[in-house]
């Protein structure tokens, strides 16, 4: 059973920042692309960033040059710096994360979502 603990989140004011972090546990052979997707009230889930497991990033252009996705050391857990925050940046935000469990087997998770909530 694979499990991911999302922590971090929260209220904010504009400008300021938040961080985010997703921990993957339980049995799996290894972890391949971890991600973070949001989504505001009334609206669909999109994507925030991902980052591969040799590093490359993707950010949606409305959070470019002001989130940072990264894994730590060990790769299970992926974290999302967000600065600069905006209104427009308030919703709920939830881990993704492909995780092999074994050979030849690829599965996707989601996190249970954390609220961001931005005042301007």
């Known amino acids: 059973q694979v499990q991911l603990t999302e922590s971090g989140g929260g209220s904010a004011q504009a400008g300021e920042s938040l961080k985010l972090s997703c921990a993957v546990s339980?049995?799996?052979?290894?972890?391949?692309?971890m991600g973070w997707y949001r989504q505001a009230p009334g609206k669909e889930r999109e994507l925030a960033a991902t980052?591969?497991?040799?590093?490359?990033?993707k950010y949606a252009d409305s959070v470019k040059g002001r989130f940072t996705i990264s894994r730590d050391i060990g790769g299970n857990t992926v974290l999302l710096q967000m600065d600069s925050l905006k209104a427009e940046d308030t919703g709920v935000y939830y881990c993704?994360?492909?995780?092999?469990?074994?050979?030849?087997?690829?599965?996707?998770?989601w996190g249970q979502g954390t609220q961001v909530t931005v005042s301007s």
């Open positions: 339980g049995s799996l052979l290894s972890i391949g692309t």
């Open positions: 993704n994360v492909y995780v092999n469990i074994t050979y030849g087997i690829l599965r996707n998770y």
């Open positions: 980052i591969t497991n040799g590093g490359t990033t």
